[in-house]
């Protein structure tokens, strides 16, 4: 079991930054990848980036150049710096983390956790 929770999002005008923040618990050691999707109104949750567990990243390319996935081990964190950001950014924020999960006699190697959302706005 992992939980996830998400902090930093807000409203911003165009071409200011955010840093988004989520903080992990459960089973730290068994997760493969996190990242970070996001969810426009009336859209389709989409990848922004996720990152492995041996630092290997992969951005949407909406994103590419402006934004940045960080991680911080000791506090089992992973952040998600915005620089420009674009109203076409304005969307929910979800952390996610890929992990196994097993209750009694069924096992997902790679069950999708996901954190509860934070609203990013960007809007002049």
């Known amino acids: 079991q992992v939980q996830l929770v998400e902090s930093g999002g807000g409203v911003v005008q165009p071409g200011e930054s955010l840093r988004l923040s989520c903080a992990a618990s459960g089973s730290l050691l068994s997760i493969k990848a996190m990242g970070w999707y996001r969810q426009a109104p009336g859209g389709q949750r989409e990848l922004v980036v996720n990152?492995?567990?041996?630092?290997?990243?992969n951005y949407a390319d909406s994103v590419k150049g402006r934004f940045a996935i960080s991680r911080d081990n000791p506090k089992n964190t992973v952040y998600l710096q915005m620089n420009n950001l674009k109203p076409e950014d304005t969307a929910v924020y979800y952390c996610n983390a890929v992990a196994p999960y097993r209750d009694g006699d069924y096992y997902d190697p790679r069950r999708d956790y996901w954190g509860q959302g934070t609203q990013v706005t960007v809007s002049s």
């Open positions: 990152i492995t567990s041996r630092g290997i990243t």
